[in-house]
């Protein structure tokens, strides 16, 4: 089996086969493999999941996760398939676990936003301390990762690499400024840049919190 990979492997590279290319971005833990995979992959996967949700928003989610599962679980692609096939599996699987909790989670979702109309007078947003209290803090945190990852797609790539090697690889400061070649000043400076561009983007969704200031 380990034979055939590396044969398919050899031949792919050889052959010079994009996804061969973006494999090996992933593996490597590349910064830059995660754009290439959402610029590669992004629109089929969203294509796909809307043939089976007939939803728009709920497409775009599977999207997002699809594209931050196969960015992160990369490895545990064996080869015995193609690249793309894999992917699309993931979708498949994404799409059909969406349709089993989509209705129940529409059906929260009402019941929470006819409670806050009901309430008199209604309480702020901005009052609400701790989201950990939250009865749907599972599926809070799994819109919020969505909207993180396409906000991080969307950065300059000056700024989008520093966030990806400390905020989604969990790489030291010394280790991502090692891997893009700059002093560790330079990294904490775009990596800083980066995340108040992420913060201002996503405080209207998450009420104001904010992300994490930790710069070591």
């Not at 400076?189 to 904010?210: E, N």
């Amino acid at each position: 089996m380990r034979e055939t990979e590396s044969l398919r492997s050899a031949v792919n590279v050889a052959t010079g086969s994009p996804d061969a290319r973006l494999l090996a971005l992933l593996r490597a833990g590349d910064e830059s493999g995660l754009r290439e995979l959402a610029d590669a992959y992004e629109a089929k996967i969203y294509q796909l999941a809307f043939r089976y949700l007939r939803n728009r928003e709920d497409a775009e989610e599977v999207t997002q996760d699809v594209l931050y599962k196969v960015y992160r679980k990369v490895e545990a692609f064996r080869g015995e398939s193609a690249l793309s096939s894999w992917i699309y599996r993931i979708t498949f699987n994404a799409a059909m676990s969406r349709l089993r909790t989509a209705p129940l989670q529409r059906t929260r979702t009402d019941e929470e936003s006819s409670r806050w109309r009901d309430e008199s007078p209604p309480q702020p947003l901005a009052e609400v301390a701790d989201w950990s209290n939250m009865a749907d803090e599972g599926l809070y945190r799994r819109q919020l990762r969505r909207r993180l990852l396409k906000a991080v797609l969307a950065l300059p790539a000056i700024y989008r690499a520093p966030v990806v090697l400390r905020d989604i690889q969990g790489l030291t400061t010394e280790e991502a400024s090692a891997r893009l070649r700059v002093k560790d000043q330079t990294l904490k400076s775009r990596l800083h840049r980066g995340r108040v561009i992420l913060r201002k983007q996503l405080i209207d969704f998450a009420g104001g919190l904010t992300l994490h200031h930790a710069a070591a």
